[in-house]
């Protein structure tokens, strides 16, 4: 083989390595439970990427390593209960405009909090240790700690349901798949939301600053971008999206708890290892290998389904030690 | 002594240190407008850490840094390189993953590319042009330090600081890099350049400042240096045949 088919080969690699996994998984679970299984991990896997992807830039722009990211979806999870609350009416009646209205002012309102609540943590706690990993690792680790608190003083310390609007609950048959309604709609959601990110992104100037940010923040700061404002943005954006991943995960799951965020941060943290600190493309790529190794392998082995990710990431960082997609080749 | 009339950055007694050790030792000399002045020394005698300093990236302790009249010494970077300064570091900071294109357009006023700008740009470094839309990584190590140098003059700047940009590139590219230069300086461009190959600076010099463990330890001509062996090897060690 010619050196250059095996570069290209070392380069489309990571982007195979998912549809790879689907097609071993079909002949061992066969078709039926395998699509149910496929749309439910590819769900679980947007939802993660909607938490993951702000955690991973926020990483990549100032080496910020923020332990406190789970509070902020716990948050966006409860806002979206008090604000559901009043509008029980609406998510009750069989009406899809009706349940997607309520849904959408709770997903903007668990966003806006998040969004507000990140901005006032990045001034007052993150921007006193920037470039101080240790320190970032105690004190966001502490305010993590203190929100969670401050979450269950406010809404107290039982978990909560959180039940689907009425359209959105029971499945839809396709052949012999039965497919949850609520992880089509979340898939939808995700993908939307993950299509604008990488819009903004790639299309516009700011998105260009942001990419270009990740990769060297001296020469960015050199051709006059002012990258701690563009932190202090992709920092406020980052966690909104928490936010709208906990109102999301929270319904996925039908319940809220002060523990909500915690429930994902394993999942997270795997998700951008497994990525390449800082890179949103790997970043969407982990996101949904680790939903569909969670759901396959819970369906064949359910003890495993943790440690299967684990494991995940133990075999990609052996064979790409600095993830799937590295932001640099230095 | 340049007049503070001539000198568009000038550069008092400024001292930078980098975690415990001191690298620059009260650095003095001024780089006058419309001409190129060649920044020399051996490895290791601060001329990086002195455009990194002017820059903002790295902060002066003491002394005063003055671009066009104006202290710039406790100004954040990016507001550095708003009053027109362009800066291409050693390792050329070129963005891997974004593509030719991206990386000019990072370079550019907002309202983008000029295209009476872009076409004379693109007319010094034509394989730019045929690598317009291919991530900046994947050029080689010569097409990689065009690109910087294209993004630095892509707008009209006041002021470029160049980094070793012949560093290991092939002699043909030395060649073509040596001619953009003389364009530049042609158009009345003021340029610190720091270089290694002595020849290089003959060709495209007009002013000269060498360096030696965090001092200027001489300032000048760069014809006067050029014909002067026996300073030169006072001043670099080495012969003028040579690299320095």
Sequence with gaps: MSEDWLDRLHRWAPYALTPIIMLIALPVMGVGPWLTLTVAGLSMGILLFLVASGLTLIFGLMDVLNFAHAAFVTVGAYVALTVLGPLAGWTAELSLTLNLVALLVALLAAAAASGILGFGFERVII?????????????????????????????????????????????????ASAIETYRLFALC?????????????????????VRAGVENHEMIQSLG??????????????????G??????????????????????ILVFIILIIGGLGSVSGCFIGAILVGLTNNYVGFLAPKLALGSNILLMALILLWQPRGLLPISED | MIGDGDALLRLDGVHTDIGRYR???????????????????????????????????????KGRIIFDGQSIAAMETPR???????????????????????????????????????DRVLESFPALKLKWETAAGALSGGQKQMLAIARAIIEQ????????????????????????????????????????????????????????????????????????????????????????
């Design chain 2, 80 to 118: 550095i390189a708003r009053l027109g300064i362009a800066y291409v570091p050693e390792n050329m900071g070129i963005f891997g993953k974004l593509t030719v294109r991206e990386n000019m357009l990072l370079a550019t006023a907002p309202r983008g590319f000029v295209e009476q700008q872009l």
């Design chain 1, 225 to 242: 971008y002012n990258i701690r404002r563009v932190f202090v943005g992709v920092f406020m954006a980052g966690t909104a999206l928490a």
């Design chain 1, 189 to 209: 959601v995700g993908l939307v939301v993950a299509v604008a990110m990488q819009l903004f992104l790639t299309r516009t100037r700011l998105g260009l600053v």
């Design chain 1, 127 to 175: 921007r006193q240790v920037y470039g101080a990993p240790l320190r970032q690792i105690l004190i966001t680790i502490g305010a993590l700690t203190v929100i969670e608190q401050l979450v269950i003083v406010l809404w107290g310390p039982q978990a909560v349901p959180l039940p689907k609007p009425a359209s959105l609950r029971g499945s839809v048959l396709i052949g």
């Design chain 2, 157 to 244: 700047r006041r002021l470029l600081l160049i980094d070793e940009p012949t560093k290991g590139l092939s002699p043909a590219m030395v060649d073509q890099l040596i001619e953009v230069f003389l364009r530049l300086k042609s158009e009345q461009t003021t340029i610190l350049l720091v270089e290694q190959s002595f020849p290089v600076a003959e060709a495209v010099g007009d002013d000269v400042a060498v360096m030696d463990q965090g001092y200027i330890i001489h300032a000048g001509g760069m014809a006067a240096l050029a014909a002067d062996e026996a300073l030169q090897h006072r001043l670099l060690g080495l012969s003028i045949a040579g690299a320095i």
């Design chain 2, 23 to 61: 690298i620059l030792h009260g650095v003095d000399f001024a780089v006058r407008r419309g001409r190129v002045t060649m920044f020399l020394g051996r490895n290791g005698a601060g001329k990086t850490t002195t455009l990194r300093t002017i820059m903002g990236l790295w902060r002066a302790r």
């Design chain 1, 244 to 265: 709208m991943g906990g109102m999301m995960w929270a319904q996925y799951q039908a319940v809220v708890s002060s523990q909500t965020g915690d429930s994902m941060t």
